[in-house]
């Protein structure tokens, strides 16, 4: 018989679990055998004395095996990508129909806003009529037609995990590298990849707190997700700064069209996205090399059929069929859009990415509780870049908000969150790839 104070014994006592004793316990926290106490005893275990590479392997892949995985019989690799997410991270929005015109099969299950980051089913919801949560056949159907899909997370997606993190969230142990792991990898492979791809950011805004811990992250992601047989790699990016020139919902889907359209692409967003995907292609076997990944994708924006996917899925799952030729009637617009400026003058020193992030919640662009509606045409456009020389005629950003009050407020929050200075700065889009 399990017995779970053992197990958390042999965790506490820095001794190795095996593959049945870690399946053991993760199904009796998918049955409810095994209490919330439990539970967060094995996760302040784990916290303090790490876990190596075959227990983590093993507790991915049983969290994986706790609700349906997915399996697919078509022609071509089934990729995807997972973000630890950002501001201004629309890259998922392109990346998925760039991938599926070059190939691929992209069943993307993605997430909400969850603190000051943005979320890509929040995003898509910017659209009238999109529905993140098809019934199966549907979901199945889009990535079969149209080679991506992007919809949440059902109930029946590795439940081991939700109930694991809504204790981890309330245990002070959200921050343990084995188990955030797990957490990420067992949603991500239960959709049946072949290969995935994960942008790990770097830098203020960064759901890791130091480079360091970063890469940490980066590199047990992906020694575990290739143990357990699913070609991985990770790119660190950097977070120092909005990734796209809008954050906000609809505003991000209005850039990620205008990328796809080919009429405005920002040179940074643009550097991830393509740094996300050459190796996608390559290691999902499309592309010989990445010199010919990058003539593909390139070709996947030029030809338009990138465009045409994104199109396509959209109608597919409830959205307008003309969205991306109308999308400006399409998507909500703002009470209030103005823009707002300092009294300094010099260069754009650093950001603090996590106030800017807050700044679009306060705005209802996110949530503060996770039943709160979000509105959907709030947030920033043309946020100004680090390095850019900024006086008090250069405006910061343009606020879009629903009144005067929650305008003066991000106001102020944005003022705060950027340093002016004389120094010149540094910038980079990709730190460094993992595995
Ligand atoms: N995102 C997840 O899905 N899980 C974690 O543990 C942390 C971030």
């Not at 199904?27 to 075959?54: C, K, R, Y």
Request: proline residues 4%.
């Amino acid at each position: 018989m399990f017995i779970p104070q053992e197990f958390i014994r042999k965790k506490r006592d820095n001794k190795p679990l095996n593959k049945d004793e870690i399946q053991q316990f993760v199904q009796g926290v998918t049955d409810g055998s095994v209490a919330n106490e439990h539970i967060s005893a094995f996760a302040m275990a784990v916290f303090f004395n790490g876990m190596s590479l075959a227990e983590k392997t093993d507790l991915t892949i049983a969290m994986k095996n706790s609700g349906n995985t997915l399996s697919w019989d078509l022609n071509g690799p089934i990729v995807d990508k997972h973000s630890t997410g950002g501001v201004g991270d629309v890259v998922s929005l392109m990346l998925g129909p760039m991938l599926s015109a070059c190939g691929a099969f992209v069943p993307m299950i993605s997430g909400r806003g969850l603190g000051h980051t943005g979320g890509t089913l929040d995003k898509l919801e910017s659209i009238p009529g999109y529905s993140v949560l098809p019934d199966d056949k549907l979901f199945k159907k889009v990535v079969k037609d149209c080679g991506v899909a992007i919809i949440g997370q059902t109930s029946s997606l590795a439940p081991a995990d939700k109930r694991i993190y809504s204790i981890r969230d309330v245990t002070a142990t959200v921050e343990s590298i084995p188990m955030i792991s797990a957490s990420i990898l067992s949603k991500k492979l239960a959709e049946g990849l072949d290969s995935l791809i994960m942008d790990v950011k770097v830098g203020s805004g960064a759901f890791m707190p130091t480079y360091k811990l970063s890469r940490e992250l980066a590199m047990s992601i992906v020694e575990i997700a290739n143990n357990a047989g699913v070609k991985t790699q990770a790119i660190l990016t950097d977070m120092n700064q909005s990734l796209a020139y809008n954050a906000g919902n609809a505003l991000e889907v209005r850039e990620a069209v205008e990328y796809l359209l080919g009429k405005k692409i920002n040179p940074r967003l643009h550097a991830v996205t393509m740094g996300l995907c050459i190796p996608a292609l390559v290691n999902s076997g499309l592309a010989k090399d990445e010199k010919e990944a990058k003539v593909k994708l390139e070709e996947s924006l030029s030809s338009g059929k990138a465009l045409e996917i994104f199109a396509k899925m959209i109608s597919m799952l409830g959205g307008p069929s003309d969205f991306c030729d109308r999308y400006e009637s399409y998507l909500p617009q703002a009470k209030i859009i103005e823009p707002i400026f300092t009294q300094e003058s010099g260069l754009v020193e650093s950001m603090d990415v996590i106030a800017i992030g807050m700044g679009i919640v306060g705005l209802g662009g996110g949530r503060i509780k996770p039943e709160d509606q979000i509105d959907h045409s709030v947030g920033l456009e043309n946020i100004i870049n680090l390095g850019s020389k900024i006086d008090r005629h250069t405006p910061l950003c343009t606020i879009h908000a629903k009144d005067r009050e929650s305008f003066n407020e991000a106001k102020k929050r944005l003022l705060e969150a950027v340093r002016i200075n004389d120094n010149a700065v540094k910038i980079k889009e990709i730190y460094e790839t993992i595995g």
